[in-house]
């Protein structure tokens, strides 16, 4: 139901607590269980992915998220090495055995991806045998490049299981017209944990049809066809449970572009998850998907009550909360622990690592 005005009864703080919610926080159901059910772990990704092919940047990224997560408490961005754009023509095995090692040779909390090559690919198959061989056990997901269909998904998902990582979970990138028509087929599939958006590819397979405006990052949020695409990927992750990663902004030395779009992206178009490919974007992109402290400290008060009521409707500031808004509020903490915000001591013991890993 939807949370509605209510003109008279115990507040928060009045209301006693009930049942299980007297007992010791740690012995009370986790708030992800209760209130998120089958898809608790569906968004426990860092709302940052960080891109790097380079050797040194790649060992400068992962340098930088070890770091950041001893700043911060958490990691609070993934890092993705690439090996689509990263490798010379004809070194991508070679390459794929550096970008297996580093990811082997990361910090033990490390969250590091693999970019590959596409199914279409020749270097597509050696890529995943190699990963899985060298450093399947260290991978958080794989991401694959120009998925066009379901179809490119299962024999990404084939692949993963010949090669042993089954369990991996699979970001797609849609880069196509054809993809975003398929988008919600996409996006169904199990194994599909994220979905991002191809800008670059996207405005090129469109024959001239969009100008070069539109790859900018004030173009990218005004050209009608990129728009709509935007807003199909977000829906699709949004109605399946997935989660939508917003494109790169190439003008990587202007600051105030990059805090524009990834605040555009996170208040407009729906997306939780956004790329860097410059170490220089990756606070912006934290301080744009990051809650107010206000919504934060709101968040975190009627949490509290609704776990001292066992989850049961609650009165806060005069308003009626129930299930519904309790999921909401929820997910405000979530996004506040993954952006490195500080939780009220009311809610932080939900966040202690031995009891909200964040690895999903």
Same mark, same amino acid.
């Given at each position: 139901?939807?949370?509605?005005? !209510?003109?008279?009864?115990?507040?928060?703080?009045?209301?006693?607590?009930?049942?299980?919610?007297?007992?010791?926080?740690?012995l009370r159901p986790h708030p992800r269980d209760v209130l998120l059910?089958?898809?608790?772990?569906?968004?426990?990704?860092?709302?940052?992915?960080?891109?790097?092919?380079?050797?040194?940047?790649?060992?400068?990224?992962?340098?930088?998220?070890?770091?950041?997560?001893?700043?911060f408490g958490t990691c609070v961005f993934d890092v993705t090495l690439d090996c689509e754009d990263g490798a010379p023509v004809g070194l991508e095995a070679e390459h794929a055995r550096l970008v297996a090692r580093l990811a082997t040779e990361a910090a033990p909390e490390a969250r590091v991806a693999v970019r590959i090559?596409?199914?279409?690919?020749? $270097?597509?198959?050696?890529?995943?045998?190699?990963?899985?061989?060298? $450093?399947?056990h260290r991978l958080c997901h794989i991401m694959v490049p120009k998925v066009e269909s379901v179809d490119h998904v299962l024999r990404v998902?084939?692949?993963? $299981?010949?090669?042993?990582?089954?369990?991996?979970?699979?970001?797609?990138?849609?880069?196509?017209?054809a993809a975003v028509q398929r988008v919600?087929?996409?996006?169904?599939?199990?194994?599909? !944990?994220?979905?991002?958006?191809?800008?670059?590819?996207?405005?090129?397979?469109?024959?001239g049809a969009i100008p070069a405006h539109g790859m900018s990052s004030a173009g990218q949020f005004s050209h009608p066809l990129v728009v709509r695409a935007k807003l199909e990927i977000a829906a699709a992750c949004h109605a399946h449970g997935k989660v939508p990663s917003h494109c790169v902004v190439t003008e990587f030395a202007d600051a105030g572009a990059m805090r524009d779009a990834a605040g555009r992206?996170?208040?407009?178009?729906?997306?939780?998850?956004?790329?860097?490919?410059?170490?220089?974007?990756?606070?912006?992109?934290?301080?744009?998907?990051?809650?107010?402290?206000?919504?934060?400290?709101?968040?975190?008060?009627?949490?509290?009550?609704?776990?001292?009521?066992?989850w049961a409707p609650i009165s806060h500031g005069g308003t009626l909360h129930d299930r519904a808004s309790f999921r909401f509020y929820?997910?405000?903490?979530?996004?506040?622990?993954?952006?490195?915000?500080m939780l009220p001591a009311a809610v932080r013991h939900w966040f202690d690592s031995a009891v909200s890993p964040v690895h999903s």
């Open positions: 139901m939807q949370p509605t005005p !209510q003109a008279s009864g115990p507040t928060a703080a009045e209301r006693p607590p009930q049942g299980r919610g007297a007992a010791s926080p740690l059910g089958p898809q608790a772990r569906s968004h426990l990704l860092p709302v940052c992915d960080h891109y790097s092919g380079v050797e040194v940047r790649m060992r400068k990224s992962l340098q930088l998220q070890a770091e950041m997560t001893q700043e090559h596409a199914v279409d690919h020749p $270097a597509f198959a050696n890529d995943v045998d190699i990963a899985a061989s060298e $450093a399947g998902e084939r692949a993963l $299981a010949r090669a042993g990582m089954a369990h991996l979970p699979v970001h797609a990138l849609i880069e196509s017209p919600f087929e996409i996006a169904a599939h199990p194994a599909v !944990q994220s979905l991002s958006f191809g800008l670059m590819d996207f405005v090129s397979a469109h024959g992206a996170a208040g407009e178009l729906g997306y939780t998850r956004m790329w860097s490919i410059h170490p220089a974007q990756i606070r912006p992109i934290l301080q744009a998907f990051a809650p107010r402290q206000d919504d934060i400290e709101v968040a975190s008060k009627i949490i509290a009550a609704a776990a001292d009521a066992d929820w997910q405000v903490l979530e996004r506040a622990h993954h952006t490195g915000r």
